[in-house]
């Protein structure tokens, strides 16, 4: 029984079960039906002001860069003992981290 669920024999049995209940959410929905409102951009009741510029994703990654480094960081260095091995990484880790800081 243990053998179900191994990664890759559970994934090939929940393929079948994700469309079944992909196909049943798709009989219980109704026909679709287009009109001008479904397909307006949607500004929280406002018009949607075309004059503004939008801000590009630069802020976003460096945002997200630094939590992945971060967080992939310390799980190695928490998955790894504690020796003078780990010094170079940690201090690799310091200066990503500082240079995603200053950006």
């Not at 029984?1 to 009989?27: E, H, Q, R, S, W």
């Amino acid at each position: 029984m243990d053998f179900i669920l191994t990664p890759p024999v559970a994934f090939l049995l929940y393929i079948p079960l994700v469309f079944a209940l992909a196909g049943f959410g798709k009989a219980l929905a109704g026909p679709a039906k287009s009109s001008d409102v479904k397909e307006s951009p949607y500004t929280g009741g406002e018009e949607q002001a075309s004059s503004h510029s939008t801000p590009g994703y630069r802020p976003f990654f460096l945002i997200a860069f630094f939590f992945a480094i971060l967080h992939l960081g310390t799980l190695v260095v928490g998955l790894g003992d504690f020796s003078i091995r780990v010094l170079p990484y940690l201090g690799g880790l310091a200066l990503a981290m500082i240079i995603l800081l200053l950006g």
